[in-house]
């Protein structure tokens, strides 16, 4: 049974959550790859509002196994809370599950990700200060805490006595900070380990046995392509592998496991915090979509930066993803606009590109765009395709063409049956 993957194309906030619960309802098992509580995926049914930062989207279905993979780092409290508030809306929550070789975020990393930002100033990455790079950074440096450490109380001592030691000359010497405490969070961080004990499972071998019995399974990724910290615009990017090939290892799984690779794109594009842009669109335009998209961040608040579609980018996106399945979301917000911009490509250094390049800054891109003629009228309520305004078929097929991928599904809009299927037989 071939495995579903998501992925978000962009800068993040693709409507992922919305598309996973979609396709949740006829899958068994919805896995987290990758990040932490960094990230928010937002669910619209019949006028409730869910916001899950940690636990997969397929929660909402009381069928589906949803498990936060190895390859995510783990806020206990975050997700202690996030289950609190799940249940008070009467959602079951008992197939929660959590993977043992998953990295735990410790109060040291929230603080290490706050100086750090401060102590770059303008050149700031612009984080959450959830402490998700720097729990990152203890994985790869090997001085990490897992999940299954927790479960050893001799062994977690140990690890994080030597780690808080050590944070605390970091803290203390360098970013001139009041020293952290052991035995608070030691004894705060045993008590989180009592109370997610029983969700505590070896998901690798628990992801292949579902394989085996030909389960349905769908990988849910957090943020998005272009912060992929080895694709994306870096600096300015996330810890984790966001693409599909951040399945494998944050999943455990083989590349021959996976078929269907479904990327979401929104029908303009959003970022949230520094780095480049080539799109971004100033003044009263930028403001119409934001209100319009309600564009501002599930996890901060903080307002997106809005611009055109960038058909190069994410034209970059679906070759590295190996993208065969395209979504389109928030076309809606588009509909009052006289005039619709598509970036085809880039003036790059002086000499004309279709490419994404790896050095982008904002001073050394001029996009070369295409106008269309917007449609000047809503379509939140339209869900065939044929009945969409012919304008606005017009601007979804210049993308099929230009990306050579069909579109599987568009959102018109937050709710879960705001949509419009081009492929009804993959539903």
Same mark, same amino acid.
């Given at each position: 049974?071939?495995?579903?993957? $998501? ?10 959550? *919305? ?5 949740? *309802? ?8 990758? /990040? ?21 989207? /397929? ?29 008070? +809306? ?23 990700? *706050? ?27 090997? #001085?990490?805490?897992? $999940? ?10 140990? *690890? ?9 000359? %970091? ?7 009041? @020293?952290? +405490? +052991? ?34 399974? !769908?990988?849910? /990724? ?31 799984? @083989?590349?021959?496991? !996976?078929?269907? =690779? ?15 842009? @080539? ?17 501002? /961040? ?35 917000? !588009?509909?009052?606009?006289?005039? %619709? ?25 001029? #996009? ?29 097929? +210049? ?27 993959? =539903?």
């Amino acid at each position: 049974m071939p495995l579903n993957v $998501i992925v978000g194309l962009q800068w993040g906030d693709e409507g992922k959550g *919305k598309i996973t619960d979609l396709l949740s *309802k006829n899958s068994d098992y919805v896995i987290r790859y990758q /990040g932490g509580n960094n990230s928010g995926h937002s669910i619209h049914i019949n006028n409730r509002h869910f916001v899950l930062h940690l636990i997969p989207s /397929g929660i909402i279905y009381s069928h589906v196994n949803c498990i936060i993979g190895p390859g995510v780092v783990i806020d206990p409290k975050s997700l202690i809370q996030e289950i609190k508030n799940l249940e008070s +809306f009467g959602i079951n929550t008992d197939k929660i599950y959590l993977s043992n070789r998953a990295h735990v975020i410790m109060p040291y990393h929230r603080l290490l990700d *706050k100086y750090q930002e401060e102590s770059l100033g303008k050149m700031s990455i612009g984080t959450t200060h959830r402490g998700i790079g720097p729990a990152y950074a203890d994985k790869i440096g090997r #001085v990490g805490i897992r $999940i299954v450490d927790l479960m050893n109380i001799d062994l977690f001592r140990i *690890k994080l006595k030597k780690n808080i030691d050590f944070k605390n000359q %970091i803290i203390t010497k360098i970013y001139k900070g009041d @020293p952290i +405490f +052991f035995e608070s969070i030691y004894e705060e961080y045993i008590e989180y380990a009592k109370i997610i004990s029983h969700r505590i499972i070896d998901a690798v071998y628990e992801i292949h046995n579902a394989f085996h019995k030909r389960k349905k399974i !769908l990988f849910e /990724g957090a943020q998005a392509m272009l912060l992929d910290i080895n694709y994306g615009t870096y600096p300015y990017v996330t810890t984790s592998s966001c693409s599909t090939g951040g399945v494998c290892t944050g999943a455990g799984v @083989p590349p021959s496991f !996976l078929k269907n =690779f479904i990327g979401i794109a929104k029908a303009y594009t959003t970022r949230v915090g520094n780095g480049p842009f @080539p799109t971004e669109i100033k003044g009263d335009e930028s403001s119409l979509i934001r209100e319009k998209g309600n564009e501002y /961040g599930t996890t901060t608040n903080r307002p997106r930066r809005c611009g055109w579609l960038d058909l190069v980018s994410l034209k970059y996106s679906c070759m590295i993803n190996g993208i065969n399945h395209l979504i389109i979301t928030k076309l809606d917000v !588009l509909s009052t606009l006289k005039v %619709i911009k598509v970036c085809i490509e880039y003036r790059y250094n002086g000499k004309i590109i279709k490419y994404f390049p790896a050095n982008i800054e904002n001073n050394n891109i001029e #996009v070369v765009y295409i106008e269309f003629y917007g449609w000047e009228k809503e379509i939140y309520h339209i869900r065939n395709y044929e009945n969409l305004p012919e304008n606005c078929k017009k601007y979804l097929k +210049f993308i099929e063409n230009y990306l050579n991928i069909r579109i599987l599904l568009i959102s018109v809009g937050p709710e879960r049956t705001q949509n419009i299927i081009k492929n009804k037989s993959f =539903f």
